[in-house]
């Protein structure tokens, strides 16, 4: 009887617990059809894992696969949906959970290959870090704002990602790139400097705007905002973020992390990020 990655495994995150054998799969399942692309042009893990891993890149981004922060992938039976084909949208963790569990899997639900892991990266001080990000990757753009306005090109900011490791060689699915070190993954690290920062804290705030961190935060601004929070639940926080470990001289400074917090939908947040300030943006 043939069935689906998500049912084949049941829930249960250890690989080494599922009988393979109990089921077929469903030949028209997007990891499936990922694994008949890879026969017919002759793509082998065994032979050259890096072309196979920049590939299951290509594979997504021709199946419509797109960014989604606000659905995270942890372990394998997430990434089943992927596999299946009925989840098109989610994390970094999706790519690389499915991408691993394709290596690990048998023939005839993998490539058989085995070994590989999921790595979790979140810098060098375990606080977040700025990756290369050229572009509009899988729908996904830069989100750091410069602090004279505009997206500053080619980075990005995270808190976390996850990459596939195999044979001490770590694959960035989700970029398309591969390293010898995790740490190559960001050409810059973060350590907090100040968390719960006030906003009377930060050098640029000035009461009499009404804007937001370019322009200065000012008591319209503040008020809109206490307003909106009493109305929805909401709440803020400020964390300011200092570059370490640079790898490049663009991402040099400081870092401020505005974060909201939505109570009316549930435990939604959201988080924007400035930088980077040549100089400490804290006055106290």
């Known amino acids: 009887m043939s069935t689906t990655y998500e049912n084949l495994l049941s829930g249960?995150?250890?690989?080494?617990?599922?009988?393979?054998?109990?089921?077929?799969?469903?030949?028209?399942?997007?990891?499936?059809?990922?694994?008949?692309?890879?026969?017919?042009?002759?793509?082998?893990?065994?032979?050259?894992?890096?072309?196979?891993?920049?590939?299951?890149?290509?594979?997504?981004?021709?199946?419509?696969?797109?960014?989604?922060?606000?659905?995270?992938?942890?372990?394998?039976?997430?990434?089943?949906?992927?596999?299946?084909?009925?989840?098109?949208?989610?994390?970094?963790?999706?790519?690389?959970?499915?991408?691993?569990?394709?290596?690990?899997?048998?023939?005839?639900?993998?490539?058989?290959?085995?070994?590989?892991?999921?790595?979790?990266?979140?810098?060098?001080?375990?606080?977040?870090?700025?990756?290369?990000?050229?572009?509009?990757?899988?729908?996904?753009?830069?989100?750091?704002?410069?602090?004279?306005?505009?997206?500053?090109?080619?980075?990005?900011?995270?808190?976390?990602?996850?990459?596939?490791?195999?044979?001490?060689?770590?694959?960035?699915v989700s970029y398309r790139r591969d390293f010898n070190a995790l740490g190559n993954l960001a050409p810059a690290s973060l350590q907090v400097t100040r968390e719960n920062v006030r906003l009377r804290d930060l050098a640029n705030y000035d009461p009499k705007s009404p804007w937001g961190f370019t322009l200065g935060w000012g008591l319209p601004r503040l008020a809109m905002l206490k307003l909106s929070d009493v109305a929805t639940n909401n709440s803020h926080g400020i964390t300011v973020f200092r570059a370490t470990n640079v790898g490049n001289g663009a991402l040099t400074g400081y870092y401020i992390q505005w974060e909201e917090y939505w109570g009316w939908r549930g435990s939604s947040q959201r988080a924007n990020y400035y930088g980077p300030y040549t100089q400490n943006p804290l006055v106290r």
Not at 95 to 100: E, G, I, L, R, V
Not at 117 to 136: K, P, S
Not at 155 to 160: I, K, M, T
């Open 12 to 172: 249960i995150n250890n690989l080494t617990k599922i009988d393979w054998d109990s089921d077929t799969p469903q030949s028209t399942l997007l990891g499936q059809r990922f694994l008949a692309h890879c026969r017919k042009e002759n793509f082998d893990p065994g032979q050259d894992l890096a072309a196979v891993a920049e590939e299951w890149h290509d594979f997504l981004g021709a199946a419509g696969w797109g960014w989604d922060l606000n659905f995270a992938c942890e372990t394998y039976p997430y990434a089943t949906r992927l596999l299946d084909g009925v989840r098109l949208r989610g994390d970094c963790g999706y790519p690389a959970y499915a991408f691993a569990l394709l290596l690990n899997a048998p023939h005839p639900w993998g490539f058989g290959l085995g070994g590989a892991t999921v790595e979790r990266y979140d810098g060098h001080h375990h606080e977040g870090f700025i990756a290369t990000h050229n572009g509009t990757i899988f729908g996904l753009g830069g989100n750091l704002t410069r602090p004279n306005g505009g997206v500053l090109q080619g980075f990005y900011l995270w808190d976390n990602h996850k990459v596939v490791a195999h044979g001490g060689h770590y694959y960035d």
